[in-house]
């Protein structure tokens, strides 16, 4: 099985990195193979609304989101990782799930694909407040998202009170609950 991880921060090894590392590390101790994508090194642009768009929801635009939409398409399971801003998901979190309106379209409004919700899906996200209203706006984007690409929300990890970089490293509880993240959903099936 392959675990895509999906780093939605801008902050290379910040507390939302530490914590995708653990969950591929849990993956990868049940034998699954790991690959991850760290949203802020692509290239890409927000999803356009493009008046040609495809029926079959292939996306018009062509910039590294052709390689989002191959993992994703080839992942067995996901784990999409983004801390809190302004009370929702990262800009780089936001702005790759957008670019899924092509594949949504083509399921919910043309009806030219039924997706099944067989591949298990992870939310792992962090934040500086302890305001769970945040989180719950978060976790509704991201609960689209993976029904648009065939995930099930199986399994989070929501941790607040985390501002500093490397915060994470001094919580125990995260840090362990990220690693079972991962073994869960490698042993999905």
Same mark, same amino acid.
């Given at each position: ?103 949504? &379209?083509?399921?919910?409004?043309? *009806?030219?694909? @039924? $997706?099944? %919700? ?8 962090? +934040? ?29 990890? &929501?941790?607040?009170?985390?501002? *500093?970089?490397? @915060? $994470?490293? %001094? ?8 690693? +079972? ?9």
């Amino acid at each position: 099985m392959i675990v895509l991880g999906i780093s939605g921060s801008p902050r290379e090894n910040g507390n939302t990195d530490t914590l995708l590392e653990r969950a591929l590390a849990g993956a990868k101790s049940k034998s699954a193979f790991v690959e991850k994508i760290v949203l802020n090194s692509l290239k890409f642009s927000p999803c356009q609304e493009c008046d040609n768009v495809r029926e079959d929801g292939v996306c018009t635009v062509k910039d590294d989101m052709q390689t989002v939409y191959a993992k994703i398409e080839s992942a067995g399971a996901i784990i999409l990782t983004s801390p809190i801003f302004f009370g929702s998901l990262s800009a780089q979190t936001k702005m790759m799930i957008d670019r899924f309106q092509c594949l949504w &379209l083509s399921e919910y409004v043309f *009806k030219t694909r @039924a $997706v099944e %919700k067989n591949k298990p899906g992870a939310f792992i996200c962090v +934040e500086a407040s302890t305001r769970k209203d945040f989180f719950e706006n978060a976790k509704s984007i991201v609960k689209n998202f993976f029904a648009a690409v065939g995930a099930a929300y199986k399994e989070e990890l &929501l941790c607040s009170g985390l501002d *500093k970089k490397g @915060a $994470v490293l %001094k919580r125990e509880d995260c840090l362990k609950k990220a690693f +079972e993240i991962g073994q869960k959903i490698a042993s999905h099936s």
